[in-house]
């Protein structure tokens, strides 16, 4: 029991450690995503303000404030506060025999640098779109998933707003991911990291971006606005659910992108249901699923 104690309070104060270091500047800078996450906020945020999609939309829209703390809290305070957990869990299934090596598929840690990034960044972005799928088939996971949903209107700050709940679901299985490599994760995987956070931003700010022949790999503004949907086809529980790739929705049959003018409702039925504050958001979920 000593061990499990020490490994949650090790987790807990390693990770505060490490964002207050973050915070002044105190570790490596392609490590630093406390102020990475500021700086990407600011690029997407201005490109927002000179390149308006929807140009009615206010530079302070809907809920700017409310999703700039959820950046923060899921970002980092969440962080801080759940790293003891997995610290205890990676310590519990490495005394039953769990371990990296013993769920490795295959190990990518001698291939050139650009081709361990490429799997990598391909596979996790496989787990959390499959983990997106989930989320919407599945009444217990979309009550929380709901919260996401309630954006009404669309800017780079509503990618991570998000329930914390989703943390719980999203970790564990990009951690089994990993784990299939090796337990192996690319000394600069920084730039996967980094990537992700800049393309996830862009695909829910208000500009009007497709990227060409691209839009086929990369999700886009215009594609994910149309998750965010209110009305969806007939007979679907979503669509578009890629993260940084649209090529998960394209290869599956999920893709559905039936124009470009952006002037489309957001949210889902039911949607003024949700508590407009935080706190309330915070523990929704724990009732009873309604879809």
Known sequence: MQDYFEAFTN??????????????????????????LIVISLLVWGLEILFPWR???????KDFWL?????????FIFAIVI???????????????????SLAIIDFSN????????????LLDFVQWFTHVLLHKFSVLWQFHQVHHSVKEMGFA???????????????????????LGGFEPEQAYIVHFAAIAIGHLNHAN??????????????????????SYVLPKGKFGVNFGISLSLWDYIFGTHYIP????????????????????????????KKPKR
């Open 158 to 180: 509503a990618h991570l707003r998000y329930h914390w709940m989703e943390n719980i679901f999203y970790k564990p299985l990009k951690t089994f991911g990993v784990m299939i």
């Open 111 to 122: 291939w050139p640098t650009w081709s361990q990034l490429l799997v990598f960044f391909i």
């Open 259 to 286: 124009e470009s003018g952006g002037k489309i409702k957001l949210g889902y039925p039911g949607d003024e249901a949700l508590p407009k504050s935080f706190w309330g958001q915070l523990v929704y979920g724990f």
């Open 207 to 228: 500009i009007k971006l497709t990227y060409g022949p691209l839009k086929y790999i990369f999700n886009n503004p215009v594609m994910h606005l149309y998750h965010h």
């Open 55 to 61: 140009k009615e939309q206010a530079i302070f829209r």
């Open 67 to 75: 999703d700039g703390f959820y950046m923060f809290f899921n970002f």
């Open 83 to 101: 790293s003891g957990v997995y610290k205890v869990l990676e310590l519990l299934l490495g005394n039953i025999g769990v371990t990296a090596k």
């Open 11 to 36: 987790g807990f104060l390693g990770t505060t450690q490490w964002t207050w270091k973050s915070i002044l500047f105190e570790v490596p800078w392609y490590t630093n995503y406390f102020w990475g």
